[in-house]
């Protein structure tokens, strides 16, 4: 995983071949210790698809306000907007998870299901 901050906050979104899962963290917090071996050893399962970064939580504390993390530690995907800079939030996790809560949540992220109104409208298309 690569150390984000506030400076390369948006070159790396304008960069990221997919999505981008950022995960805020502290040296100070516990569960953080245990998250990061997890993420950087998923990371080699999603090249290509999904950027992994770190964020230093005490080190940038705009970054914590612009997402509204409260807790540590938080994981966020985001998917880079395609026409201009910023992104949309795809999927986000509070709190420690195993590997396999952190698969889940970036296999959400990667193959989201489908809204109510999609759903619905199925039952209503001609064809």
């Known amino acids: 995983m690569s150390p984000l901050d506030e400076m390369t906050f948006d070159s790396a979104l304008a960069n990221a071949d997919g999505l981008v899962l950022v995960d805020f963290w502290a040296d100070w917090c516990g569960p953080c ?3 990061t071996p997890i993420l950087e050893s998923l990371s080699a399962s999603y090249v290509g698809t999904v950027d992994f970064y770190a964020v230093n939580a005490d080190e940038n504390p705009r970054l914590m306000a612009a997402f509204n993390v409260r807790s540590l530690p938080t994981v966020i995907i985001l998917q880079p907007n395609s026409d201009g800079p910023g ?4 999927g986000h996790g509070v709190g420690a998870k195993s590997p396999a809560g952190f698969v889940e949540l970036i296999e959400g992220a990667l193959n989201p299901k489908p809204g109510l109104l999609e759903t619905i409208g199925k039952f209503f298309r001609r064809g």
């Open 33 to 35: 210790r245990a998250v």
């Open 87 to 90: 992104a949309q939030v795809v």
